[in-house]
């Protein structure tokens, strides 16, 4: 069976926007990024409806689908709070080590 059903809609932006600010307000206090809520949620909704314009070039290119969905969405959102806190934690273990090298020093 050859047959695909595209139940897939494209969200409007305020609905995108909402869902973002609901995920990184849930991480902000423990991420420290409660100043920067509203600029990465812009960043969020910029990258998604800019995958969605690449996907529209990419079948009119190569007549392939490529789905963006409301999984894809938070996916993504999911993704930068999971780098970032690795990040936090790789940044914060590196001072650790530097202060404590300079401790031994001084």
């Not at 909402?18 to 990258?47: F, N, R, W």
Request: charged share 25%.
């Amino acid at each position: 069976n050859c047959c695909t059903i595209d139940w897939f809609n494209a969200w409007p932006e305020d609905a995108l926007y909402s869902v973002a600010h609901v995920k990184l307000e849930e991480k902000c206090t423990e991420c420290g990024i409660s100043q920067y809520v509203d600029p990465l949620c812009k960043m969020a909704l910029s990258i998604h409806q800019s995958v969605e314009k690449e996907t529209a070039k990419f079948f009119d290119q190569l007549k392939r689908y490529n789905y963006t969905t409301p999984t894809s969405y938070l996916e993504l959102i999911q993704l930068y709070i999971n780098m970032l806190s690795k990040e936090q934690e790789r940044v914060t273990s590196a001072e650790g080590r530097y202060r404590g090298g300079l401790q031994k020093i001084t």
